[in-house]
């Protein structure tokens, strides 16, 4: 079955403590990306990697960093968390960019810092 | 740059009645258009997508037209159910900058 799976699904954590979230899909799609979903504002993109050791800056990369170095996974890594970044995460996946390929996302990982 | 604007919810219906959520977008050359549902404690899935001018996507009874001169994606159903319930995201997939962008989206109330 294809999937984007991503974890943890929840996480509670303090400002300033290392977290990573994972992403991993089955599908050997080139394109990986991550987003934030905050109510008001949709979702929007943090980062997103056009194959493996390509990544590039969304919308809003402030306070994030991501690696790409097997084409099935796509970690999110926030190196200092801060409250601001109390958000709704999703990965998502497609063939590749461009030609309308469909986006396919994971089911969210909702992140708290306090 | 490249955006896309819907319409703000929440959108409450009866059972039956007709749904249209607009979207317009922004866009440079000629993008990919999409809608989006999220529903309760889910990620997103893809309801159905148009890739060129007046092509009409369709899935699960919902509807919509790729239309580039208002530079419009309104998705329509001609009867919602209560299932239906959710939010509805549109989305742009901008070909020459490898990038999607979302609409805020919409939240679907259904009443029976």
């Known amino acids: 079955e294809a999937q984007v799976t991503q974890n943890p699904r929840y996480l509670i954590t303090v400002t300033g403590k290392k977290l990573t979230v994972t992403c991993s899909q089955n599908?050997?799609?080139?394109?990986m990306s991550w987003y934030r979903q905050d109510p008001g504002l949709g979702l929007r993109q943090i980062y997103y990697?056009?194959?493996?050791?390509?990544?590039d800056k969304g919308d809003v990369p402030e306070g994030y960093k991501v690696s790409r170095k097997e084409k099935r996974n796509f970690p999110l890594i926030l190196e200092s968390p801060s409250p601001n970044q109390t958000s709704l995460y999703f990965c998502?996946?497609?063939?590749?960019?461009?030609?309308?390929?469909?986006?396919?996302f994971g089911e969210g990982s909702w992140l708290t810092v306090v | 740059g490249d955006s896309v604007t819907q319409m703000e919810g929440p959108v409450t219906l009866s059972e039956e009645a007709f749904l249209t959520i607009n979207c317009t977008y922004t866009?440079?050359?000629?993008?990919?258009l999409f809608w989006y549902v999220q529903y309760p404690g889910e990620g997103l899935q893809l309801l159905l997508k148009?890739?060129?001018?007046?092509d009409k996507g369709s899935n699960k009874g919902f509807e919509a037209t790729y239309r580039k001169e208002t530079t419009s994606f309104h998705l329509e159903k001609g009867s919602v159910q209560v299932s239906d319930s959710a939010v509805y995201f549109c989305?742009?997939?901008?070909?020459?900058?490898?990038?999607?962008?979302f609409g805020s989206g919409t939240k679907l109330n259904v009443k029976p």
């Open positions: 989305a742009l997939l901008s070909y020459n900058f490898n990038k999607f962008y």
């Open positions: 998502a996946s497609s063939l590749r960019s461009g030609e309308g390929n469909t986006i396919y």
């Open positions: 990697s056009m194959n493996v050791e390509v990544t």
């Open positions: 148009a890739t060129k001018a007046d």
């Open positions: 599908m050997n799609h080139e394109y």
């Open positions: 866009a440079t050359g000629y993008p990919s």
